[in-house]
C-alpha cells in the first residue's frame, strides 16, 4: 500500500493564502510526476497543477497566476502555495503520484484535504 502524506489545508478568507504538501515514498516520487488535483461535490477530481521530475510544470487556467507547484525532492515531497484565494478554489484537493512506465501507467493518491474560502 503506497501511502501519500497530506498536509496544510483548512478554511480562509478570499485573498487569503495557504499551503499544501504531500510527501511520497522515496522510490515512487524519484520517478513520479506529482500533482495536486481538487474535486467539486458530485464532480470529477481535475487537475489543479503537476510538476515533472524535470521541473516542467503545468497550471489549469484558472490558478495560472495565483498557484505555485514545487517538488523537494530532499524530502521526497511536493508543494502547492495557494494566493488570492477565491471562493471557487473551494474543493477537496488530492495529492496525486503519476508513475508513466512501459508497462503502463499507475496514479497513487493522498486521502484529500479540504479548502475552504468563505468570507
Known amino acids: 500500500q503506497v501511502e501519500l502524506v497530506e498536509s496544510g489545508g483548512g478554511s480562509v478568507q478570499p485573498g487569503e493564502s495557504l499551503r499544501l504538501s504531500c510527501t511520497a515514498p522515496?522510490?515512487?516520487?524519484?520517478?513520479?510526476?506529482m500533482g495536486w488535483y481538487r474535486q467539486y461535490p458530485g464532480k470529477e477530481r481535475e487537475l489543479v497543477a503537476d510538476?515533472?521530475?524535470?521541473?516542467?510544470?503545468t497550471y489549469d487556467d484558472s490558478v495560472l497566476t495565483r498557484f505555485t507547484i514545487s517538488r523537494d525532492s530532499a524530502k521526497n515531497m511536493v508543494i502547492l502555495q495557494m494566493r488570492d484565494l477565491e471562493p471557487r478554489d473551494t474543493a477537496v484537493y488530492f495529492c496525486?503520484?503519476?508513475?508513466?512506465?512501459?508497462?503502463?501507467?499507475?496514479?497513487?493518491w493522498g486521502q484529500g484535504t479540504q479548502v475552504t474560502v468563505s468570507s
Open positions: 510538476i515533472r521530475t524535470t521541473g516542467t510544470k
Open positions: 522515496a522510490n515512487i516520487f524519484r520517478d513520479a510526476i
Open positions: 496525486n503520484a503519476r508513475l508513466v512506465q512501459l508497462s503502463g501507467i499507475t496514479n497513487y
